[in-house]
Every structure is written in C-alpha cells, then in structure tokens.
C-alpha cells in the first residue's frame, strides 16, 4: 500500500528566510504528486503538482524518484505563507489521495 | 460556476446512532470522494462515487457507507457511531481520470461523537 511522510509537525521560520518542508512518499508504481496548503479558515486547496512543474506563489517542487522524494522549496518566506502543508499522492490517476500528516509553516515577521 | 457545498457544518451525535452527511458536487464533476480528517493528521480516504456507483474504497468498514444521486451530489452514512468517528469529514468532487485543478473540496463537516 502506498504511504506519505511528512516527518515535520511544525516549520518556524523568518520572514525571508528559505523554507524546505520534506515529503517522502512509497509507492511502487509511479505516482502523481501533489502538494495542496490550507490557510486558516479556509478550504484544503491544491498548490502544485508534479506533472506540471511549475512554480506557485514562489513554491517549487522537485520529484526525486530514487529517494521517493517530493520536498516543497521556497526560496524567501512571506507572513501570508503560514498554514498547513499536505503532501499527497495519487496513483493511476484515479482521483484517491493519500496525504500525509501534515506540516504547520508558521512564518515569524 | 459552484464550488462544493458540504452541510451540516457541524453536528454532534451519541455513540451508536447514525448520520449521514451530504455533498453537493461543482458543475459539470461526475465523481465525489469523501476523506475522514482526525485532528492533528492528513485527511484519509474513505470511498469514492462515479456514476452512482462505490469506484474504490480505503481502509474504513462497512458501517462507513454512501450514495451518489443522478446530479452527482452524495451522501456519506455512518451506522453505529464510535467515539473514534469524531472527526472533519471532506468531500471532493472531480472529472475521473482527469486530474487538473478541479479537484476540489468543501470546507467539510466536523463530526463530534459523545
């Protein structure tokens, strides 16, 4: 079965400062990768995707396969990236994700 | 365009009663899959609905139960509360096989059971 590790509850950091949050995942097959962010008092919502490598309000995401790694960058922090982070993967596609624990960023000023 | 409406909100039930939980799919996704979200963890999955019909199914037991209506819209039933069954409950709706920004989720419906 597969499995995602988030193995930070909490990231404090300061404002502009880098911030890495580590997402390892085990699969089989190969998987689709995700990272999706909830704000307080918001809705889960998706921030990026592996597929599509891109970046999203500053955030990177490189698929390492060998290390069955999936670890969000962002090079300068901001007051507005505070929330909760999942890690997530879904395989063949098939609209069942399976998240990690999650990881809290809380950005100091 | 509609985003995903998921009602109640809250609601707080005794062990060993029943709920049921409901979910309005965005327009134009034909497929809704329901997580369970303890406090503190990711949230886990529970089934998925396509066409009316249960399309997978996680690690949850049979008294963990739904329906999907012919507008796509669905319910999630739980026979037999457990305390353990407290938790936010999530839908997402979707377009099966095609995963793009529209997997979408409701703000969810927390579940206090006493």
């Known amino acids: 079965a597969q499995r995602v590790t988030q193995p930070e509850k909490l990231l404090s950091v300061f404002k502009g400062a880098p911030v890495e949050l580590k997402c390892n995942y085990s699969?089989?097959?190969?998987?689709?990768l995700f990272w999706y962010v909830q704000y307080s008092r918001q809705r889960l919502q998706l921030l990026l995707r592996?597929?599509s490598r891109e970046s999203i309000k500053g955030f990177t995401a490189d698929l390492n396969k060998g290390e069955t790694s999936f670890h969000l960058k962002k090079p300068f922090a901001q007051e507005e990236d505070s929330a909760m982070y999942y890690c997530?993967?879904?395989?063949?596609?098939?609209?069942?994700?399976?998240f990690g624990g999650g990881t809290r960023v809380l950005v100091k000023p | 365009e509609t985003g995903v409406t998921q009602s109640p909100t809250h609601l707080i039930k005794t062990r060993g009663q029943q709920v049921t939980l409901r979910c309005s799919s965005q327009?134009?996704?034909?497929?809704v899959s329901w997580y369970q979200q303890a406090l503190g963890q990711g949230p886990q999955f529970i089934f998925q609905?396509?066409?009316?019909?249960?399309?997978g199914r996680g690690n949850f037991p049979p008294r963990f139960s739904g329906l999907q209506f012919p507008n796509y819209s669905s319910e999630l039933n739980v026979n037999a509360l457990e305390l353990d069954d407290s938790a936010l409950y999530l839908c997402?709706?979707?377009?099966?096989?095609?995963?793009?920004?529209?997997?979408?989720f409701g703000s969810g419906t927390r579940l206090t059971v006493v």
């Open positions: 997402a709706s979707s377009t099966l096989g095609v995963f793009d920004y529209g997997y979408t």
């Open positions: 592996h597929i």
């Open positions: 609905y396509y066409r009316e019909e249960e399309n």
């Open positions: 327009s134009g996704h034909n497929t």
């Open positions: 997530a993967l879904d395989k063949a596609a098939g609209n069942k994700l399976t």
């Open positions: 699969y089989s097959g190969s998987p689709e």
